[in-house]
């Protein structure tokens, strides 16, 4: 198991081709270029580029970035093939805003996705294939957040908007006599996410911060479906870990790794998340800021909206700490106590343990 990363913080794209330049890389632009590898032996392997201008044009903080990735999650035995290859491409422009406020910022992305399935059932009925999904992606945010270690007032308010082509819609297709793997050789879908999130200070160095969340997963078409891909799983950290198939993985604290949506065929296509979170720094050095935190939490995930029932949850309660040093990010553990029984089960969640990894929470 390892990973290897390089990235480059202050690259200039402009000066590649100015030998003086080069000491040991042409510099002094701002962008980032990232290269990363990982692997888990023959299991998995994930291999991806990045680049980023924040400043398109000079004068304004309009950033334009892109991205290249390909990952392999293989299962074979040497009875049977079993693995999925994911590749894919991003391209997205971001910018602030004076409209409303100077708080609103906004990004736009297209991107490409090409799944290969070697029987590698995600849905009953779908387990070899390529599905390929051509998408746009857009995220309005209004952020008076500063201090991104440890905040301790301000608000951050994001909707993001996830849409494909409604090919069902204009290609005069009996979708009612396909295959699924017809069906989903174009990924057709919209997604949509609100979040909220608010800081107070009511003294001290006591901070109050509590969180909702929302995500839909729809169709444009009933007879297409949602796809296999992009569904919402829920429980846990909210680390993917080496699953990689196009879920979006929702971390609810004091319960295991994606359990509470473990019922649902495939995954969920409506969740639903509040918490609230008491956190004490025990040290605010710059070079070690260190705090302590206790929270509740509640949420759960759904098959359809008919089902969705935003106070039928799975609640929880538990302590964490975090641990901020510059070399490594900010690391965390949490112990959360799941009060609910998961489905099919009569025992409540009881203790769990959960490492983070950058802010989950």
Same mark, same amino acid.
């Not at 609810?252 to 969740?271: C, D, K, M, P």
């Not at 605010?284 to 929270?295: D, E, G, H, K, V």
């Given at each position: 198991?390892?990973?290897?990363?390089?990235t480059?913080?202050?690259?200039?794209?402009?000066?590649?081709?100015n030998?003086?330049?080069?000491?040991?890389l042409p510099?002094?632009?701002?962008?980032?270029?990232q290269?990363?590898?990982s692997?888990n032996?023959s299991?998995?392997?994930?291999?991806?580029?990045?680049?980023?201008?924040?400043?398109?044009?000079?004068?304004?903080?309009?950033?334009?970035?892109?991205?290249l990735?390909?990952?392999?999650?293989?299962?074979?035995?040497?009875?049977?093939?079993?693995?999925?290859?994911?590749?894919?491409v991003?391209?997205?422009?971001?910018?602030?805003?004076?409209?409303?406020?100077?708080?609103?910022?906004?990004?736009?992305?297209?991107?490409?996705?090409?799944?290969?399935?070697?029987?590698r059932?995600?849905?009953?009925?779908?387990?070899?294939?390529?599905?390929?999904?051509?998408?746009?992606?857009?995220?309005?945010?209004?952020?008076?957040?500063?201090?991104?270690?440890?905040?301790?007032?301000?608000?951050?308010?994001?909707?993001?908007?996830?849409?494909?082509?409604?090919y069902?819609?204009?290609?005069?297709?009996?979708?009612?006599?396909?295959?699924?793997?017809?069906?989903?050789?174009?990924?057709?879908?919209?997604?949509?996410?609100?979040?909220?999130?608010?800081?107070?200070?009511? $003294?001290?160095d !006591?901070? @109050?911060?509590?969180?909702?969340? /929302?995500?839909? #997963?729809?169709?444009?078409?009933?007879?297409? +479906?949602?796809?296999?891909?992009?569904?919402?799983?829920?429980?846990?950290?909210?680390?993917?870990?080496?699953?990689?198939?196009?879920?979006?993985?929702?971390g609810?604290?004091g319960?295991?790794?994606?359990?509470?949506?473990?019922?649902?065929?495939?995954?969920?296509?409506?969740?639903?998340?509040?918490?609230?979170?008491?956190?004490?720094?025990?040290?605010?050095?710059?070079?070690?800021?260190?705090?302590?935190?206790?929270?509740a939490?509640?949420?759960?995930?759904?098959?359809?909206?008919?089902?969705?029932?935003?106070?039928?949850?799975?609640?929880?309660?538990?302590?964490?700490?975090?641990?901020?040093?510059?070399? $490594?990010?900010? !690391?965390? @553990?949490?112990?959360?106590?799941? /009060?609910?029984? #998961?489905?099919?089960?009569?025992?409540?969640? +009881?203790?769990?343990?959960?490492?983070?990894?950058?802010?989950?929470?």
């Amino acid at each position: 198991v390892g990973t290897f990363g390089v990235t480059f913080n202050n690259f200039s794209l402009k000066n590649m081709f100015n030998r003086s330049s080069w000491s040991p890389l042409p510099s002094g632009d701002g962008q980032r270029i990232q290269l990363r590898a990982s692997s888990n032996g023959s299991y998995y392997q994930n291999y991806s580029f990045s680049f980023t201008e924040p400043w398109l044009g000079g004068n304004k903080p309009n950033s334009l970035s892109f991205s290249l990735y390909h990952s392999i999650q293989n299962y074979s035995t040497e009875e049977v093939e079993n693995r999925i290859d994911i590749t894919g491409v991003n391209i997205g422009l971001g910018k602030r805003l004076r409209w409303p406020d100077d708080y609103f910022s906004t990004s736009q992305s297209i991107s490409f996705q090409q799944y290969n399935l070697k029987n590698r059932q995600l849905v009953p009925g779908f387990s070899d294939g390529i599905s390929k999904n051509i998408s746009y992606r857009t995220v309005l945010t209004r952020s008076s957040i500063f201090d991104p270690i440890f905040p301790k007032a301000g608000s951050q308010f994001t909707f993001t908007g996830h849409f494909t082509p409604p090919y069902s819609m204009i290609n005069n297709k009996d979708y009612s006599k396909m295959s699924l793997v017809e069906k989903y050789e174009w990924l057709e879908y919209f997604k949509i996410k609100l979040s909220g999130t608010w800081y107070s200070n009511p $003294f001290a160095d !006591l901070v @109050v911060k509590s969180h909702s969340e /929302f995500g839909l #997963l729809s169709s444009y078409n009933s007879e297409v +479906g949602i796809p296999p891909f992009e569904r919402f799983y829920l429980g846990g950290d909210g680390l993917t870990g080496f699953v990689m198939d196009g879920r979006e993985v929702i971390g609810l604290r004091g319960y295991a790794n994606q359990a509470v949506s473990q019922h649902l065929t495939g995954g969920g296509s409506i969740y639903a998340k509040y918490y609230l979170e008491l956190r004490y720094p025990l040290s605010l050095n710059p070079s070690s800021t260190i705090y302590a935190t206790a929270f509740a939490e509640a949420g759960n995930a759904w098959g359809t909206f008919r089902d969705f029932n935003p106070f039928e949850v799975k609640r929880s309660m538990g302590v964490g700490i975090r641990i901020f040093m510059p070399m $490594f990010g900010l !690391l965390g @553990v949490d112990f959360g106590h799941g /009060f609910d029984p #998961l489905p099919g089960s009569l025992e409540k969640s +009881g203790w769990q343990t959960h490492f983070s990894i950058g802010q989950q929470f």
